[in-house]
């Protein structure tokens, strides 16, 4: 009796083949192209002036509608995060971890026509839902807002709106 061997990178063709039926057939969506223009460099606009550093960057992820964010925070702070189109469930995901030890996951919900991540946090002892969007404003600028709830999404308290852009 012969015993194949394979190699690390065979394995993981044959692991991703398997896989691939898994998949549906037309993964591709409006929404799951919501994030179309989101490689880049991304930087911060205040008082119309964009900041000398990206905030954050963004490259393709393992398929079309997936990403990896490198965010570059005042301080020297690391982070990395992963955005994905779910095909499965018709909808975004997104996981946060940092160099100071936090790891979070955000589940994604649409309103009207802008995709949200929502995460629910203990604060002061009180349950907070969080939600945050990252709203597309043509190719190259978008609006990030972040909110806050304390009746589980019934109301929301503007937490900050903040404008990026792309250079040109």
Do not use: C
Not at 37 to 48: A, C, R, T
Not at 158 to 165: A, D, N, P, W
């Amino acid at each position: 009796m012969s015993k194949k061997k394979y190699s690390i990178g065979m394995v993981g063709i044959l692991l991703l083949a398997g896989t691939s039926s898994l998949a549906q057939s037309n993964p591709l969506s409006s929404d799951s192209m919501y994030y179309a223009s989101w490689v880049g460099e991304w930087y911060k606009v205040e008082d119309d002036q964009l900041s000398n550093k990206p905030t954050f960057i963004v490259k393709r992820g393992l398929y079309a509608s997936s990403f990896e964010e490198y965010w570059i925070e005042a301080g020297g702070n690391f982070s990395m995060a992963w955005r994905a189109w779910d095909s499965r469930t018709q909808k975004w995901d997104f996981a946060w971890m940092s160099t100071d030890g936090l790891f979070q996951l955000w589940q994604g919900k649409k309103v009207d026509t802008t995709w949200y991540m929502l995460k629910t946090f203990i604060i002061d002892d009180k349950e907070v839902f969080s939600r945050q969007a990252f709203i597309p404003k043509g190719e190259n600028e978008l609006i990030r807002t972040s909110e806050h709830s304390m009746d589980n999404g019934k109301t929301w308290r503007l937490r900050f709106r903040e404008k990026y852009r792309k250079r040109e």
